[in-house]
């Protein structure tokens, strides 16, 4: 058995073409796949991207043993990860973040992961999912990626995509929803004082009462998308919360399936993607 690669750079270059000059035992093709699988660490983070660029000095741990990665993140689906971000699918059932520390949350299995990879790495937020909605879902890694993140969502956030379930009641092909939301409490809902939200969505597929929307929202109100389905009286299906109560499926329709972001740090357009979960195509 192979012993993992501990590798200190001497000058900047290219990750993978490093990679290869320093792994003589393996073809290019394994050394790509090392990349894909997230064997590679640089000064502790794990780094996934070809095109990454070493500075002098940093310090690459390759892991070739056949101890495996997903050990330490069998919990959490990661989607993507570098220095500067984390990028998962989250489960739906998991809240993002919770106030009690003992109560179990993506942000706290993302955290959890990360510390055993090196108990210095830090964990920040930078938006959220609602417990039910499962998806594509970003934190940030160190305090100037949360600062960039946070401060400028808005204009990072280029698309922000889902795909939903809802009741077919005389839903046009695609529209646009613009309403007001005012939270009271735990709840959303409809007022001229609140906030305005918008929605845009277009019909994929009609079946037996139902469609499947891709939805595309331009704010992130709380519940926005819940919401103004709701209130259009095409409710995402499994909406206990703002729609009715039936039994078509047993979990929230509602699924972050894709963003796209402007990373602030290199000005390069990037996608997060995630495929639609299978249950929903059982309904239609």
């Known amino acids: 058995m192979k012993k993992d690669l501990k590798l200190i750079v001497k000058e900047e270059e290219n990750l993978l073409n490093f990679l290869i000059k320093n792994i003589k035992f393996k073809s290019k093709n394994n050394v790509k796949s090392l990349l894909k699988w997230g064997n590679i660490f640089v000064n ?47 489960p739906n059932g998991l809240i993002t973040i919770s106030s009690n520390e003992t109560q179990k949350s993506a942000y706290s299995l993302v955290q959890k992961y990360l ?54 009641n005389g839903l046009k092909d695609k529209d646009t929803l613009v309403d007001y939301l005012k939270e009271k409490g735990p709840s959303v809902f409809v007022s001229k004082e609140g906030k305005k939200a918008i929605t845009k969505y277009k019909v994929m597929q009609r079946s037996n009462g139902v469609a499947l929307v891709d939805v595309e929202i331009e704010t992130g109100r709380k519940n926005q998308i819940r919401v103004q389905f709701g209130y259009l009286k095409c409710p995402v299906l499994g ?25 602030p740090f290199t000005n390069k357009k990037v996608e997060f993607k995630t495929d639609i979960p299978s249950v929903f195509y059982k309904v239609l």
């Open 239 to 263: 909406d206990k919360k703002y729609g009715v109560i039936k039994k078509e499926i047993n979990r929230l329709a509602l699924h972050a399936d894709c963003l796209i972001i402007r990373d």
């Open 44 to 90: 502790g983070n794990k780094v996934m991207k070809h095109d990454f660029v070493l500075k002098k000095d940093d310090v690459v741990l390759v892991v070739v043993s056949k101890r495996k990665i997903e050990d330490n993140r069998k919990d959490i689906d990661i989607i993507f990860e570098d220095s500067n971000i984390i990028v998962i699918n989250k």
């Open 115 to 168: 510390k055993k990879i090196n108990k210095n790495n830090k964990l920040y937020l930078v938006h959220r999912l609602d417990r039910d909605t499962s998806g594509v879902l970003l934190f940030a890694k160190n305090i100037n990626a949360k600062k960039m993140f946070q401060e400028n969502w808005d204009k990072i956030a280029i698309k922000r995509g889902y795909k939903a379930l809802v009741y077919d």
